[in-house]
């Protein structure tokens, strides 16, 4: 049983738009919520965070919001970059983050030029 | 920082063979998970160690895998005997911390015929 879902395996976007990619996850007591990037051939890398005391996280060209209620999570790219083409993994964890990471199967972002 | 290191990052071997994967995390993290992934299960959690010792190996999927610590530079990852379904990305990672984020390695590739 998926705890974190990412439903869309792909999503295509053009360069200069904004990019939105989702997740839902079931379980309640999840708290802490992780996106990572993952180019081919190498690692997951860590985007950004969020705390479920928080709805909103903001880094530079990345935004994650948090819908506690809803229990989904999206992170926002504005403007989307080529660069920005990679898988993007949604992670969950309970007790503050102080407890194993739950990831999504994973989301293909495509950004043409 | 030269990052997490894994090694080796392709390994194609047959049925029954013994495969030993390698790891080296970030000097000075004293955290370190190992991952597997694959198309149908995504990315999951198999073990990860604190200050060399073994926390959690409830991912590991059977007696077959086992994972070893022998200091903070390096970790090992061994499947004995290997069987097809084993085949997928394994991956390590490292953090600072419990709440910190995990540094992932570009990962091994495990074809098991």
């Known amino acids: 049983d998926q705890q974190v879902k990412q439903n869309s395996p792909s999503l295509s976007v053009q360069e200069g738009r904004i990019s939105i990619l989702n997740c839902d996850y079931t379980?309640?007591?999840?708290?802490?919520f992780l996106w990572y990037k993952k180019y081919p051939a190498e690692g997951p890398t860590f985007l950004i965070s969020?705390?479920?005391?928080?709805d909103k996280n903001e880094d530079g060209r990345f935004t994650v919001f948090l819908n506690k209620s809803a229990k989904h999570l999206s992170l926002h790219i504005v403007p989307s970059q080529p660069g920005d083409s990679a898988v993007y993994f949604c992670a969950a964890s309970v007790n503050s983050g102080y407890s194993t990471l739950t990831f999504g199967k994973g989301t293909m972002l495509l950004v043409s030029p | 920082d030269a990052g997490v290191i894994q090694s080796p990052r392709h390994e194609v071997t047959e049925m029954g063979q013994e495969v030993t994967l390698r790891c080296k995390p970030i000097s000075g993290h004293d955290y370190l998970f190992w991952y597997r992934q694959t198309m149908m299960r995504g990315l999951e959690l198999l073990i990860y160690f604190n200050n060399n010792v073994p926390i959690d190996d409830s991912g590991m999927p059977e007696d077959r895998f086992s994972a070893k610590m022998p200091n903070a530079s390096f970790s090992t990852l061994k499947i004995q005997p290997s069987e097809p379904r084993d085949s997928a990305v394994y991956f390590c990672?490292?953090?600072?911390?419990?709440?910190?984020?995990?540094?992932f390695g570009p990962g091994t590739r495990l074809t098991v015929t």
């Open positions: 969020i705390s479920s005391i928080k």
């Open positions: 379980n309640s007591m999840f708290d802490y």
């Open positions: 990672a490292s953090s600072l911390g419990r709440r910190g984020a995990q540094y």
